[in-house]
């Protein structure tokens, strides 16, 4: 089964940027839609951003939308969420996930893998 691991995180000045990863190492990813979640402290895990198994369709929250971008380099087995211009509220564990479904709706329930998730955190 898939074991999905997440790395880029750390801790940046708001308006800073950082690039994070999902990978795995044992199967290909390359017929899965990948999303990419996160969690706040004390709040819900939210749907940040998705993307189709092709790289062809992409998916944003409003609160990221034209500050971060997905994409995928499927003969790199890798998934990247490129997070720009970055906010204090960005502040999170974020987290990949892979869905067999083709839709890109960002709804926990229909991704049937999760990553352990990597720290972001927005801070002066």
């Known amino acids: 089964q898939l074991q999905l691991v997440e790395s880029g995180g750390g801790s940046v000045q708001p308006g800073g940027s950082l690039r994070l990863s999902c990978v795995d190492s044992?199967?290909?990813?390359?017929?899965?839609?990948i999303g990419w979640f996160r969690q706040a402290p004390g709040k819900g895990r939210e749907g940040v951003s998705s993307?189709?198994?092709?790289?062809?369709?992409?998916n944003y929250a409003v609160s990221v939308k034209g500050r971060f971008t997905i994409s995928r380099d499927n003969a790199k087995n890798t998934v990247y969420l490129q997070m720009n211009s970055l906010k204090p509220e960005d502040t999170a564990v974020y987290y990949c996930?892979?869905?067999?479904?083709?839709?890109?709706?960002?709804?926990?329930?229909?991704?049937?893998?999760w990553g352990q998730g990597t720290q972001v955190t927005v801070a002066s």
């Open positions: 996930a892979a869905a067999v479904s083709p839709v890109l709706n960002m709804i926990e329930y229909i991704y049937n893998y």
């Open positions: 044992s199967f290909s990813l390359n017929s899965y839609t």
């Open positions: 993307i189709s198994a092709n790289g062809g369709r992409t």
